[in-house]
């Protein structure tokens, strides 16, 4: 079985993604709600909330954790790769979803500028642009933090009046910019795609960071056969945890997803 972590909601988008390119992915996801945003947070705190997450999903025997969080991406992958797998859980592994995406936005990109939109945390970490210049050192990039936005989502409130202008401010501070591709650099900002899209009259190619990091996770298994064999089976089980209201969870989630979602409660400590 697959393990699929976010702060909240966000990691929904890769979940539906992984439904659609591989239906007979078993996976538990694991929404940390209680606690989130993790945007607003330090990276200390950040990392040990992960870690708490990452430490749950293995006891239940997962043995590979997909953070489908730019947030724990950005300020507790690299440590926990480096230093805390080795030491605990040597025969695991823990993805990110900042590369994946980085490596298709630089291919996609014409003019070479690149636009970021993310988490305060993730803005701040320069995660982004350290893994675009990495694969392109010419390639321009502008940021934009946009606290508010997550808050919003994990609030249901995605379609309001309020969601909308707040997203209009954030967006005008980078649009006299010349970019030709925009990174949602945070999965919750799927739910506002459609927004963002009309804000630039379809003149920006926005990267969906939900069904690249599925399609480079398909590839990964395919390369990985063991974590693949392990993470499927005809059961199609998918097991959604929440340290939140699971009233909220489910209502949310089985509207994003399209079906009936039913989660259990959990603790992090």
């Excluded at 999903?57 to 947030?71: H, P």
């Excluded at 919750?188 to 939900?210: E, P, R, T, V, W």
Aim: aromatic share 8%.
């Amino acid at each position: 079985m697959l393990g699929i972590f976010d702060s909240g909601f966000g990691g929904l988008s890769v979940a539906k993604a992984l439904d659609e390119i591989l239906p007979n992915l078993d996976y538990t996801y694991l929404g940390d709600n209680a606690r989130a945003p993790y945007g607003d947070k330090d990276q200390e705190i950040i990392y040990q909330y992960t870690k708490q997450a990452v430490d749950y999903l293995f006891a239940q025997g997962i043995s590979l954790i997909v953070l489908a969080c730019n947030t724990a991406s950005s300020e507790a992958l690299r440590k926990l790769q480096q230093e805390y797998l080795p030491k605990f859980y040597p025969d695991k592994n823990i993805l990110g979803v900042i590369r994946p995406v980085a490596e298709v936005a630089s291919a996609m990109s014409k003019n070479k500028k690149i636009a970021v939109i993310g988490t305060k945390a993730t803005i701040l970490s320069e995660a982004y642009v350290r893994e675009l210049k990495t694969q392109d050192p010419q390639l321009i990039i502008v940021q934009q933090a946009c606290p508010l936005l997550v808050p919003l989502v994990e609030e249901s409130q995605e379609n309001s009046k309020a969601t909308e202008l707040i997203l209009a401010h954030y967006l005008s501070q980078i649009a006299s910019n010349d970019f030709d591709t925009l990174i949602l650099g945070c999965t919750h900002y799927a739910f506002l795609q459609d927004k963002i899209d009309a804000f630039f009259q379809g003149q920006k190619k926005i990267l969906d960071s939900a069904i690249i990091v599925a399609s480079k996770l398909v590839d990964y298994l395919a390369r990985h056969r063991e974590y693949l064999d392990l993470a499927r089976s005809q059961k199609k089980q998918k097991i959604f945890l929440t340290t939140g209201s699971t009233d909220k969870f489910d209502q949310a989630a089985t509207k994003f997803l399209g079906r009936q979602i039913n989660s259990q409660h959990i603790n992090l400590k």
